[in-house]
Protein backbone atom coordinates (compact mmCIF):
# COMPACT_ATOMS: atom_id res chain seq x y z
CA UNK A 1 0.00 0.00 0.00
CA UNK A 2 3.00 2.35 0.89
CA UNK A 3 4.13 2.32 -2.66
CA UNK A 4 0.93 4.34 -3.66
CA UNK A 5 1.97 6.81 -1.18
CA UNK A 6 4.89 9.06 -0.94
CA UNK A 7 6.65 8.48 2.82
CA UNK A 8 7.63 12.64 2.70
CA UNK A 9 5.14 14.98 4.50
CA UNK A 10 4.29 18.33 3.48
CA UNK A 11 6.79 19.96 2.08
CA UNK A 12 7.15 24.07 1.59
CA UNK A 13 3.77 25.38 2.41
CA UNK A 14 4.41 28.03 0.12
CA UNK A 15 5.35 26.08 -2.69
CA UNK A 16 3.66 22.55 -2.17
CA UNK A 17 1.62 22.76 -4.80
CA UNK A 18 4.32 23.69 -7.66
CA UNK A 19 5.82 20.98 -6.72
CA UNK A 20 3.40 18.26 -8.58
CA UNK A 21 4.72 17.52 -11.71
CA UNK A 22 1.36 17.96 -13.48
CA UNK A 23 1.05 21.61 -11.94
CA UNK A 24 4.72 23.17 -12.58
CA UNK A 25 3.24 24.87 -15.94
CA UNK A 26 0.77 26.17 -14.11
CA UNK A 27 2.18 26.75 -10.33
CA UNK A 28 4.90 28.79 -12.42
CA UNK A 29 2.50 31.67 -13.46
CA UNK A 30 1.48 31.78 -9.85
CA UNK A 31 2.68 34.32 -7.65
CA UNK A 32 4.54 33.01 -5.28
CA UNK A 33 3.17 35.46 -2.54
CA UNK A 34 0.29 33.99 -0.47
CA UNK A 35 -2.23 34.29 -2.58
CA UNK A 36 -5.27 36.07 -1.67
CA UNK A 37 -7.19 33.55 -2.81
CA UNK A 38 -7.28 30.12 -1.26
CA UNK A 39 -3.69 28.89 -2.82
CA UNK A 40 -5.74 25.04 -3.27
CA UNK A 41 -7.78 26.90 -5.40
CA UNK A 42 -5.29 27.93 -7.96
CA UNK A 43 -3.98 24.36 -7.97
CA UNK A 44 -7.82 23.17 -8.32
CA UNK A 45 -7.84 25.39 -11.10
CA UNK A 46 -4.79 24.10 -13.17
CA UNK A 47 -6.05 20.75 -12.38
CA UNK A 48 -9.29 21.22 -14.46
CA UNK A 49 -7.52 22.60 -16.91
CA UNK A 50 -5.90 19.33 -17.82
CA UNK A 51 -9.38 18.04 -18.19
CA UNK A 52 -10.12 16.62 -14.70
CA UNK A 53 -13.99 16.54 -14.60
CA UNK A 54 -14.23 14.97 -10.70
CA UNK A 55 -11.98 18.09 -9.27
CA UNK A 56 -13.49 20.45 -11.61
CA UNK A 57 -16.82 19.04 -10.14
CA UNK A 58 -15.07 20.03 -6.69
CA UNK A 59 -14.10 23.39 -7.79
CA UNK A 60 -17.34 24.60 -9.40
CA UNK A 61 -19.15 25.50 -5.91
CA UNK A 62 -21.38 24.31 -4.20
CA UNK A 63 -23.99 21.91 -5.00
CA UNK A 64 -27.67 21.77 -4.23
CA UNK A 65 -28.16 19.54 -0.75
CA UNK A 66 -31.99 20.24 -0.12
CA UNK A 67 -33.46 19.96 3.56
CA UNK A 68 -30.49 21.52 5.36
CA UNK A 69 -31.76 25.29 6.24
CA UNK A 70 -31.12 24.00 10.35
CA UNK A 71 -28.15 24.11 12.03
CA UNK A 72 -25.48 21.81 12.20
CA UNK A 73 -26.51 18.59 14.32
CA UNK A 74 -29.96 18.52 13.55
CA UNK A 75 -30.84 15.54 15.32
CA UNK A 76 -29.98 16.93 18.72
CA UNK A 77 -29.59 20.67 18.00
CA UNK A 78 -33.24 20.76 17.67
CA UNK A 79 -34.43 20.33 21.04
CA UNK A 80 -37.38 19.06 19.80
CA UNK A 81 -36.02 16.10 17.95
CA UNK A 82 -35.40 13.59 20.64
CA UNK A 83 -39.02 13.98 21.67
CA UNK A 84 -41.09 14.70 18.59
CA UNK A 85 -42.58 15.15 15.11
CA UNK A 86 -39.13 13.54 13.37
CA UNK A 87 -37.81 10.60 15.88
CA UNK A 88 -39.13 7.26 15.54
CA UNK A 89 -42.14 8.30 18.17
CA UNK A 90 -44.31 8.79 14.82
CA UNK A 91 -44.36 5.10 14.55
CA UNK A 92 -43.99 3.12 17.38
CA UNK A 93 -46.43 5.46 19.77
CA UNK A 94 -45.77 2.86 22.86
CA UNK A 95 -42.05 1.90 24.10
CA UNK A 96 -42.20 -1.53 25.71
CA UNK A 97 -41.19 -1.21 29.18
CA UNK A 98 -37.70 -2.01 30.49
CA UNK A 99 -38.31 -4.75 32.72
CA UNK A 100 -40.59 -6.53 30.13
CA UNK A 101 -38.15 -6.81 27.41
CA UNK A 102 -35.11 -7.12 29.69
CA UNK A 103 -34.34 -9.39 32.27
CA UNK A 104 -34.13 -7.66 35.07
CA UNK A 105 -35.19 -7.33 38.65
CA UNK A 106 -36.17 -4.64 40.84
CA UNK A 107 -33.61 -4.07 43.75
CA UNK A 108 -34.98 -4.05 47.13
CA UNK A 109 -35.34 0.35 47.26
CA UNK A 110 -37.87 2.27 49.09
CA UNK A 111 -40.90 3.28 47.16
CA UNK A 112 -41.25 7.04 46.77
CA UNK A 113 -44.19 7.79 49.68
CA UNK A 114 -46.14 11.17 50.04
CA UNK A 115 -43.99 11.91 53.20
CA UNK A 116 -41.09 11.89 50.12
CA UNK A 117 -42.55 14.15 48.01
CA UNK A 118 -43.14 16.36 51.06
CA UNK A 119 -40.03 16.26 51.76
CA UNK A 120 -38.34 16.71 49.02
CA UNK A 121 -40.27 19.78 48.04
CA UNK A 122 -39.12 21.34 50.79
CA UNK A 123 -36.30 21.13 49.21
CA UNK A 124 -36.80 21.97 45.76
CA UNK A 125 -40.09 23.91 46.30
CA UNK A 126 -42.10 23.72 43.11
CA UNK A 127 -39.81 21.59 41.21
CA UNK A 128 -40.84 18.23 41.99
CA UNK A 129 -42.61 16.84 38.75
CA UNK A 130 -45.29 14.05 39.39
CA UNK A 131 -47.51 14.77 36.63
CA UNK A 132 -47.84 11.71 34.60
CA UNK A 133 -48.01 13.82 30.91
CA UNK A 134 -44.91 15.51 32.10
CA UNK A 135 -43.02 12.59 33.26
CA UNK A 136 -43.01 10.28 30.26
CA UNK A 137 -40.23 12.39 27.93
CA UNK A 138 -37.47 11.93 30.70
CA UNK A 139 -38.72 7.80 30.95
CA UNK A 140 -37.83 6.98 27.50
CA UNK A 141 -34.30 6.93 26.09
CA UNK A 142 -33.60 9.01 22.81
CA UNK A 143 -33.70 6.20 20.34
CA UNK A 144 -37.22 4.90 22.46
CA UNK A 145 -35.77 1.29 23.18
CA UNK A 146 -36.04 1.72 26.88
CA UNK A 147 -38.51 2.92 29.24
CA UNK A 148 -39.17 3.41 32.95
CA UNK A 149 -41.87 3.99 35.72
CA UNK A 150 -40.58 6.88 37.61
CA UNK A 151 -42.97 8.69 39.00
CA UNK A 152 -41.00 11.91 40.50
CA UNK A 153 -38.38 14.14 38.84
CA UNK A 154 -36.63 16.75 40.61
CA UNK A 155 -34.83 19.76 39.26
CA UNK A 156 -32.38 21.08 41.38
CA UNK A 157 -30.70 24.19 40.78
CA UNK A 158 -28.10 24.58 42.85
CA UNK A 159 -24.66 22.17 44.18
CA UNK A 160 -26.32 21.90 47.48
CA UNK A 161 -29.89 21.27 46.58
CA UNK A 162 -28.79 18.52 45.00
CA UNK A 163 -26.52 17.14 48.37
CA UNK A 164 -30.07 17.79 50.32
CA UNK A 165 -31.50 15.65 47.49
CA UNK A 166 -29.06 12.88 47.93
CA UNK A 167 -28.93 12.71 51.80
CA UNK A 168 -32.30 12.54 51.96
CA UNK A 169 -32.62 9.63 48.87
CA UNK A 170 -29.54 7.70 50.98
CA UNK A 171 -31.12 7.96 54.04
CA UNK A 172 -34.53 6.65 52.29
CA UNK A 173 -32.83 4.40 50.59
CA UNK A 174 -34.31 5.76 47.58
CA UNK A 175 -32.85 5.07 44.24
CA UNK A 176 -31.98 8.37 41.51
CA UNK A 177 -31.63 8.02 38.00
CA UNK A 178 -29.10 11.74 37.12
CA UNK A 179 -30.49 13.11 33.76
CA UNK A 180 -28.78 15.19 31.94
CA UNK A 181 -30.20 16.17 28.39
CA UNK A 182 -31.22 12.29 27.97
CA UNK A 183 -29.40 12.09 24.51
CA UNK A 184 -28.11 8.63 25.62
CA UNK A 185 -27.33 5.61 23.40
CA UNK A 186 -27.43 2.85 25.39
CA UNK A 187 -30.24 3.34 27.88
CA UNK A 188 -28.09 4.98 30.93
CA UNK A 189 -29.97 8.17 31.77
CA UNK A 190 -33.75 6.58 31.52
CA UNK A 191 -35.05 4.99 35.13
CA UNK A 192 -35.09 1.09 34.29
CA UNK A 193 -38.18 0.99 37.34
CA UNK A 194 -39.37 3.88 39.46
CA UNK A 195 -35.98 5.52 40.05
CA UNK A 196 -36.39 9.38 41.33
CA UNK A 197 -35.23 11.17 37.83
CA UNK A 198 -33.03 13.98 39.11
CA UNK A 199 -32.78 16.69 36.45
CA UNK A 200 -29.90 18.78 35.62
CA UNK A 201 -31.61 21.31 33.30
CA UNK A 202 -31.89 24.10 35.76
CA UNK A 203 -28.27 23.82 36.70
CA UNK A 204 -27.30 25.91 33.70
CA UNK A 205 -25.23 28.67 34.72
CA UNK A 206 -22.04 29.57 33.57
CA UNK A 207 -20.15 30.03 36.65
CA UNK A 208 -16.89 31.82 34.98
CA UNK A 209 -14.40 31.97 32.30
CA UNK A 210 -10.92 33.36 31.52
CA UNK A 211 -10.25 35.11 28.31
CA UNK A 212 -6.76 34.17 28.43
CA UNK A 213 -6.02 30.35 29.51
CA UNK A 214 -9.58 29.48 28.16
CA UNK A 215 -10.80 27.82 31.43
CA UNK A 216 -14.93 27.70 31.54
CA UNK A 217 -16.33 26.49 35.00
CA UNK A 218 -20.17 26.11 34.30
CA UNK A 219 -23.03 24.36 36.16
CA UNK A 220 -23.48 20.44 34.51
CA UNK A 221 -26.79 21.25 33.12
CA UNK A 222 -25.35 23.85 30.72
CA UNK A 223 -26.13 22.64 27.02
CA UNK A 224 -23.27 21.78 24.99
CA UNK A 225 -24.72 24.02 22.33
CA UNK A 226 -25.09 26.85 24.43
CA UNK A 227 -21.51 26.44 25.95
CA UNK A 228 -20.13 26.51 22.05
CA UNK A 229 -21.75 29.46 21.50
CA UNK A 230 -20.91 31.56 24.77
CA UNK A 231 -16.87 30.57 24.21
CA UNK A 232 -17.19 31.32 20.59
CA UNK A 233 -18.44 34.51 21.05
CA UNK A 234 -15.09 35.36 23.60
CA UNK A 235 -12.72 33.80 20.29
CA UNK A 236 -12.73 30.10 21.81
CA UNK A 237 -14.68 26.38 21.01
CA UNK A 238 -15.47 23.81 23.40
CA UNK A 239 -13.02 20.69 23.09
CA UNK A 240 -15.63 18.54 22.21
CA UNK A 241 -18.92 18.44 19.44
CA UNK A 242 -20.86 16.17 18.97
CA UNK A 243 -24.16 15.70 17.11
CA UNK A 244 -26.66 15.84 19.99
CA UNK A 245 -25.16 19.44 20.58
CA UNK A 246 -28.49 20.90 21.25
CA UNK A 247 -29.77 18.75 23.82
CA UNK A 248 -27.28 17.32 25.60
CA UNK A 249 -25.84 18.54 28.80
CA UNK A 250 -22.00 19.25 29.87
CA UNK A 251 -22.59 17.01 32.83
CA UNK A 252 -23.89 14.23 31.06
CA UNK A 253 -20.90 14.41 28.35
CA UNK A 254 -18.02 14.40 31.21
CA UNK A 255 -20.41 11.94 32.85
CA UNK A 256 -20.05 9.03 30.01
CA UNK A 257 -16.72 10.84 28.63
CA UNK A 258 -18.62 11.47 25.80
CA UNK A 259 -16.11 11.33 23.22
CA UNK A 260 -17.29 13.20 19.38
CA UNK A 261 -15.96 14.33 16.23
CA UNK A 262 -12.94 16.61 18.02
CA UNK A 263 -11.64 14.34 19.84
CA UNK A 264 -8.98 13.53 17.36
CA UNK A 265 -7.60 16.92 17.33
CA UNK A 266 -8.16 18.05 21.40
CA UNK A 267 -8.22 14.55 22.93
CA UNK A 268 -10.80 13.38 25.08
CA UNK A 269 -12.32 14.44 28.43
CA UNK A 270 -10.10 13.01 30.39
CA UNK A 271 -7.47 15.54 29.64
CA UNK A 272 -9.14 18.73 28.64
CA UNK A 273 -11.38 18.32 32.23
CA UNK A 274 -9.78 19.67 34.93
CA UNK A 275 -11.87 19.74 37.52
CA UNK A 276 -15.31 18.33 38.74
CA UNK A 277 -17.54 19.41 41.42
CA UNK A 278 -19.66 16.11 42.42
CA UNK A 279 -22.76 15.14 44.91
CA UNK A 280 -21.63 11.71 46.31
CA UNK A 281 -24.44 9.31 47.09
CA UNK A 282 -24.71 10.30 51.00
CA UNK A 283 -24.98 13.99 49.82
CA UNK A 284 -21.37 14.84 50.79
CA UNK A 285 -20.20 17.51 48.34
CA UNK A 286 -16.65 16.43 46.60
CA UNK A 287 -14.78 20.12 45.50
CA UNK A 288 -12.34 19.38 42.85
CA UNK A 289 -13.51 22.64 40.99
CA UNK A 290 -10.02 23.38 40.07
CA UNK A 291 -8.92 24.74 37.35
CA UNK A 292 -5.24 23.84 37.22
CA UNK A 293 -3.23 22.62 34.08
CA UNK A 294 -0.80 20.74 36.06
CA UNK A 295 -1.57 19.55 39.76
CA UNK A 296 0.53 15.98 41.22
CA UNK A 297 -1.25 16.28 44.39
CA UNK A 298 -2.62 12.94 45.04
CA UNK A 299 -5.17 10.80 43.42
CA UNK A 300 -6.51 12.01 40.15
CA UNK A 301 -10.15 11.81 42.24
CA UNK A 302 -11.88 13.35 38.89
CA UNK A 303 -11.02 10.45 36.52
CA UNK A 304 -12.84 8.23 38.87
CA UNK A 305 -16.22 10.61 38.17
CA UNK A 306 -15.34 10.58 34.39
CA UNK A 307 -17.16 8.36 32.36
CA UNK A 308 -18.78 6.85 35.67
CA UNK A 309 -22.62 7.24 34.15
CA UNK A 310 -23.41 8.74 37.01
CA UNK A 311 -23.05 5.28 39.56
CA UNK A 312 -20.47 6.67 41.39
CA UNK A 313 -21.54 10.63 42.25
CA UNK A 314 -23.50 13.59 40.54
CA UNK A 315 -21.50 15.63 38.53
CA UNK A 316 -23.15 19.30 39.45
CA UNK A 317 -20.27 21.52 37.67
CA UNK A 318 -17.02 21.40 35.52
CA UNK A 319 -14.10 23.09 34.70
CA UNK A 320 -13.15 22.79 31.04
CA UNK A 321 -10.43 23.75 28.81
CA UNK A 322 -11.22 25.25 25.66
CA UNK A 323 -9.10 25.77 22.83
CA UNK A 324 -8.60 28.84 20.78
CA UNK A 325 -11.35 29.35 18.13
CA UNK A 326 -9.57 28.32 14.38
CA UNK A 327 -10.02 31.01 12.66
CA UNK A 328 -10.23 28.86 9.45
CA UNK A 329 -11.83 25.86 8.78
CA UNK A 330 -12.30 23.97 5.69
CA UNK A 331 -14.05 20.73 5.16
CA UNK A 332 -13.62 18.25 2.26
CA UNK A 333 -16.42 15.63 1.47
CA UNK A 334 -14.59 12.94 -0.86
CA UNK A 335 -15.47 9.47 -2.19
CA UNK A 336 -13.13 6.53 -1.87
CA UNK A 337 -13.35 3.28 -3.90
CA UNK A 338 -12.77 1.13 -1.25
CA UNK A 339 -12.11 0.67 2.41
CA UNK A 340 -8.54 0.02 1.95
CA UNK A 341 -8.19 3.49 0.30
CA UNK A 342 -10.42 5.70 3.31
CA UNK A 343 -7.72 3.92 5.10
CA UNK A 344 -4.74 4.99 3.09
CA UNK A 345 -6.33 8.59 2.31
CA UNK A 346 -6.55 9.03 6.48
CA UNK A 347 -2.63 8.14 6.18
CA UNK A 348 -1.94 10.81 3.23
CA UNK A 349 -3.97 13.28 5.20
CA UNK A 350 -2.47 12.73 8.51
CA UNK A 351 1.09 13.20 7.00
CA UNK A 352 -0.08 15.81 4.42
CA UNK A 353 -2.55 17.93 7.02
CA UNK A 354 -0.36 17.37 10.03
CA UNK A 355 -1.41 19.86 13.02
CA UNK A 356 -4.11 21.43 10.89
CA UNK A 357 -6.48 18.04 11.00
CA UNK A 358 -8.96 18.28 12.95
CA UNK A 359 -11.67 15.81 11.88
CA UNK A 360 -11.61 12.33 10.25
CA UNK A 361 -15.06 10.81 9.65
CA UNK A 362 -15.96 8.00 7.60
CA UNK A 363 -19.33 6.50 6.19
CA UNK A 364 -20.74 3.70 3.94
CA UNK A 365 -22.79 3.90 0.91
CA UNK A 366 -25.57 2.34 2.91
CA UNK A 367 -25.22 5.70 5.19
CA UNK A 368 -25.43 7.69 2.66
CA UNK A 369 -28.57 5.67 1.05
CA UNK A 370 -30.56 6.53 4.34
CA UNK A 371 -29.76 10.10 4.84
CA UNK A 372 -31.13 10.38 1.21
CA UNK A 373 -34.26 8.48 2.17
CA UNK A 374 -35.33 9.56 5.37
CA UNK A 375 -34.09 12.79 5.28
CA UNK A 376 -34.07 14.25 1.90
CA UNK A 377 -30.30 14.89 1.96
CA UNK A 378 -28.60 14.48 -1.46
CA UNK A 379 -25.10 13.27 -1.80
CA UNK A 380 -22.79 15.99 -3.00
CA UNK A 381 -20.17 13.79 -5.02
CA UNK A 382 -19.88 11.11 -7.65
CA UNK A 383 -21.97 7.88 -6.11
CA UNK A 384 -19.44 5.68 -3.98
CA UNK A 385 -18.74 3.01 -1.91
CA UNK A 386 -17.35 4.90 0.64
CA UNK A 387 -17.22 8.93 2.07
CA UNK A 388 -14.83 10.77 4.24
CA UNK A 389 -15.22 14.02 5.87
CA UNK A 390 -12.08 15.54 6.29
CA UNK A 391 -12.12 18.59 8.40
CA UNK A 392 -9.08 21.06 9.04
CA UNK A 393 -8.68 23.89 11.35
CA UNK A 394 -6.10 26.50 11.53
CA UNK A 395 -5.20 30.38 11.74
CA UNK A 396 -4.00 30.80 7.96
CA UNK A 397 -6.27 30.37 5.47
CA UNK A 398 -3.49 30.80 3.18
CA UNK A 399 -1.44 28.16 4.86
CA UNK A 400 -3.82 25.82 5.48
CA UNK A 401 -5.91 26.03 1.77
CA UNK A 402 -2.59 25.04 0.33
CA UNK A 403 -1.81 22.53 2.37
CA UNK A 404 -5.43 20.89 1.68
CA UNK A 405 -5.32 21.67 -2.03
CA UNK A 406 -1.80 19.65 -2.41
CA UNK A 407 -3.54 17.00 -0.07
CA UNK A 408 -6.56 16.76 -2.27
CA UNK A 409 -4.30 16.61 -5.20
CA UNK A 410 -2.19 13.84 -3.91
CA UNK A 411 -5.48 11.69 -3.08
CA UNK A 412 -6.81 12.55 -6.36
CA UNK A 413 -3.62 11.36 -8.51
CA UNK A 414 -3.17 8.47 -6.55
CA UNK A 415 -7.02 7.28 -7.30
CA UNK A 416 -7.70 6.67 -3.49
CA UNK A 417 -10.37 9.38 -3.63
CA UNK A 418 -12.13 9.58 -6.93
CA UNK A 419 -14.76 12.27 -6.70
CA UNK A 420 -15.21 15.36 -3.97
CA UNK A 421 -16.41 18.70 -3.13
CA UNK A 422 -14.99 21.39 -0.61
CA UNK A 423 -16.59 23.38 1.88
CA UNK A 424 -14.91 26.69 3.42
CA UNK A 425 -17.94 29.01 4.48
CA UNK A 426 -20.32 28.27 7.57
CA UNK A 427 -23.44 27.21 5.50
CA UNK A 428 -21.41 24.81 3.34
CA UNK A 429 -19.60 23.36 5.91
CA UNK A 430 -22.68 22.08 8.04
CA UNK A 431 -24.06 21.25 4.84
CA UNK A 432 -21.42 18.74 4.70
CA UNK A 433 -21.34 17.61 8.38
CA UNK A 434 -24.99 17.12 8.19
CA UNK A 435 -24.59 13.98 5.82
CA UNK A 436 -22.57 12.75 8.73
CA UNK A 437 -23.84 14.01 11.95
CA UNK A 438 -27.65 13.37 10.59
CA UNK A 439 -26.79 9.60 10.14
CA UNK A 440 -28.25 8.38 13.54
CA UNK A 441 -31.28 11.03 13.12
CA UNK A 442 -31.93 8.87 9.55
CA UNK A 443 -31.26 5.32 10.89
CA UNK A 444 -33.90 6.32 13.90
CA UNK A 445 -36.11 6.58 11.22
CA UNK A 446 -35.73 3.12 9.26
CA UNK A 447 -36.79 0.92 12.48
CA UNK A 448 -35.96 -0.37 15.54
CA UNK A 449 -32.17 0.10 15.61
CA UNK A 450 -29.33 -2.24 17.09
CA UNK A 451 -26.54 -0.33 18.07
CA UNK A 452 -22.69 -1.18 18.33
CA UNK A 453 -20.05 1.21 19.06
CA UNK A 454 -16.89 -0.61 18.62
CA UNK A 455 -13.08 0.38 18.63
CA UNK A 456 -11.55 -1.40 16.54
CA UNK A 457 -8.03 -2.20 14.61
CA UNK A 458 -7.55 0.24 11.88
CA UNK A 459 -7.37 -2.10 9.53
CA UNK A 460 -9.99 -4.60 10.40
CA UNK A 461 -12.54 -1.54 11.34
CA UNK A 462 -14.75 -2.35 8.37
CA UNK A 463 -14.49 -6.24 7.99
CA UNK A 464 -17.32 -6.67 10.17
CA UNK A 465 -19.70 -4.96 8.79
CA UNK A 466 -19.34 -6.99 5.60
CA UNK A 467 -19.42 -10.00 7.67
CA UNK A 468 -22.44 -9.16 9.55
CA UNK A 469 -24.46 -8.82 5.89
CA UNK A 470 -23.43 -12.06 4.73
CA UNK A 471 -24.36 -13.72 8.16
CA UNK A 472 -27.82 -11.83 8.59
CA UNK A 473 -29.06 -11.53 5.06
CA UNK A 474 -32.92 -10.39 4.48
CA UNK A 475 -33.45 -10.59 8.12
CA UNK A 476 -31.77 -7.08 9.04
CA UNK A 477 -33.12 -4.19 6.62
CA UNK A 478 -30.12 -2.38 6.62
CA UNK A 479 -26.36 -3.12 8.44
CA UNK A 480 -24.41 0.32 8.12
CA UNK A 481 -20.70 1.17 9.29
CA UNK A 482 -19.47 4.71 9.60
CA UNK A 483 -17.69 6.34 12.44
CA UNK A 484 -14.63 7.89 13.76
CA UNK A 485 -12.06 6.59 11.94
CA UNK A 486 -9.49 8.48 13.31
CA UNK A 487 -10.18 7.72 16.48
CA UNK A 488 -10.66 3.74 14.98
CA UNK A 489 -14.19 4.00 16.34
CA UNK A 490 -16.90 2.51 14.36
CA UNK A 491 -20.68 2.94 14.58
CA UNK A 492 -22.28 -0.70 13.44
CA UNK A 493 -25.79 0.25 13.22
CA UNK A 494 -28.51 -3.02 12.11
CA UNK A 495 -32.50 -1.73 11.63
CA UNK A 496 -35.34 -3.98 11.16
CA UNK A 497 -38.88 -2.95 11.10
CA UNK A 498 -39.54 -3.67 14.53
CA UNK A 499 -37.49 -5.49 17.68
CA UNK A 500 -36.63 -9.03 16.95
CA UNK A 501 -35.03 -11.27 19.56
CA UNK A 502 -33.85 -13.57 16.84
CA UNK A 503 -32.15 -10.83 14.96
CA UNK A 504 -30.54 -9.82 18.78
CA UNK A 505 -29.71 -13.40 19.33
CA UNK A 506 -27.74 -13.41 15.81
CA UNK A 507 -25.62 -10.44 16.93
CA UNK A 508 -25.42 -10.69 20.12
CA UNK A 509 -22.88 -12.13 21.32
CA UNK A 510 -21.16 -12.50 17.84
CA UNK A 511 -20.56 -8.62 17.60
CA UNK A 512 -19.09 -8.68 20.97
CA UNK A 513 -17.00 -11.99 20.65
CA UNK A 514 -15.54 -10.87 17.26
CA UNK A 515 -14.52 -7.61 19.10
CA UNK A 516 -13.01 -9.27 21.90
CA UNK A 517 -10.89 -11.33 19.32
CA UNK A 518 -9.64 -7.99 17.90
CA UNK A 519 -8.76 -7.16 21.80
CA UNK A 520 -11.08 -4.05 20.58
CA UNK A 521 -13.76 -2.12 22.80
CA UNK A 522 -17.62 -3.11 22.92
CA UNK A 523 -18.34 0.50 23.69
CA UNK A 524 -15.41 3.03 22.22
CA UNK A 525 -17.07 5.90 23.03
CA UNK A 526 -21.24 5.64 24.22
CA UNK A 527 -20.85 3.88 27.46
CA UNK A 528 -21.99 1.10 28.60
CA UNK A 529 -25.61 2.27 30.69
CA UNK A 530 -28.03 -0.42 30.72
CA UNK A 531 -27.91 -2.18 28.17
CA UNK A 532 -24.47 -3.16 27.61
CA UNK A 533 -23.35 -3.29 31.25
CA UNK A 534 -23.79 -6.98 30.88
CA UNK A 535 -20.85 -7.30 28.25
CA UNK A 536 -18.38 -5.18 30.33
CA UNK A 537 -16.14 -8.48 30.45
CA UNK A 538 -15.88 -8.68 26.60
CA UNK A 539 -13.35 -5.79 27.28
CA UNK A 540 -11.86 -5.89 30.59
CA UNK A 541 -10.10 -8.65 32.58
CA UNK A 542 -12.36 -10.52 35.82
CA UNK A 543 -9.91 -7.98 38.29
CA UNK A 544 -10.77 -4.99 36.75
CA UNK A 545 -14.77 -5.96 37.12
CA UNK A 546 -13.76 -6.69 40.56
CA UNK A 547 -12.07 -3.66 41.58
CA UNK A 548 -15.32 -1.64 39.72
CA UNK A 549 -17.27 -3.01 41.81
CA UNK A 550 -15.19 -2.60 45.25
CA UNK A 551 -15.23 1.07 43.90
CA UNK A 552 -19.05 1.40 43.72
CA UNK A 553 -19.46 -0.31 47.01
CA UNK A 554 -17.18 2.18 48.54
CA UNK A 555 -18.29 5.17 47.02
CA UNK A 556 -22.18 4.48 47.26
CA UNK A 557 -22.92 1.47 49.94
CA UNK A 558 -26.54 1.04 49.03
CA UNK A 559 -26.52 1.57 45.20
CA UNK A 560 -28.74 4.08 45.15
CA UNK A 561 -27.34 5.67 42.34
CA UNK A 562 -27.75 5.04 38.98
CA UNK A 563 -28.87 1.39 39.64
CA UNK A 564 -29.24 -1.40 36.63
CA UNK A 565 -26.46 0.54 34.81
CA UNK A 566 -22.72 -0.12 34.10
CA UNK A 567 -22.17 -2.87 36.44
CA UNK A 568 -22.67 -6.59 35.10
CA UNK A 569 -25.97 -7.65 36.79
CA UNK A 570 -23.98 -11.11 37.98
CA UNK A 571 -20.48 -11.17 39.16
O1 LIG B 1 -25.87 6.50 16.34
C1 LIG B 1 -24.73 6.08 16.48
O2 LIG B 1 -24.48 4.87 16.42
C2 LIG B 1 -23.57 7.07 16.69
C3 LIG B 1 -23.94 8.37 17.29
C4 LIG B 1 -22.75 9.34 17.45
O3 LIG B 1 -21.82 8.79 18.32
C5 LIG B 1 -22.13 9.72 16.15
O4 LIG B 1 -20.91 9.67 16.06
O5 LIG B 1 -22.83 10.14 15.23
ZN1 LIG C 1 -19.82 8.84 17.54
Excluded at 418 to 439: F, V
Excluded at 494 to 501: D, G, H, L, R
Aim: proline letters at 7%; aromatic letters at 6%.
Amino acid sequence: MSALLPESGPGDPGSGCQRSPKLRGAGMMMPRLVPRWPAWLFCWRAACIQGASVRQKMWAGPSKIPGLGGPRGAWGTSPLVPRGSCSASSRTPEVTLTPERYPVRRLPFSVVSEDDLAALERVVPGRVITDPEELEPPNVDWLRTVRGSSKVLLRPRTTQEVAHILRYCHERNLAVNPQGGNTGMVGGSTPVFDEIILSTALMNQVLSFHDVSGVLVCQAGCVLEALSQYVEERGFIMPLDLGAKGSCHIGGNVATNAGGLRLLRYGSLRGTVLGLEVVMADGTVLNCLTSLRKDNTGYDLKQLFIGSEGTLGVITAVSILCPPKPSTVNVAFLGCPGFAEVLQTFRTCRAMLGEILSAFEFMDAECMKLVRLHLGLSCPVQESPFYVLIETAGSGPGHDAEKLGCFLEQVLDSGLVTDGTLGSDERRIKMLWALRERITEALSRDGYVYKYDLSLPLDRLYDLVGDLRARLGPSAKHVVGYGHLGDGNLHLNVTSEAFSTSLLGALEPYVYEWTAGQRGSVSAEHGLGFKKKDVLGYSKPPEALQLMRQLKALLDPKGILNPYKMLPTHA
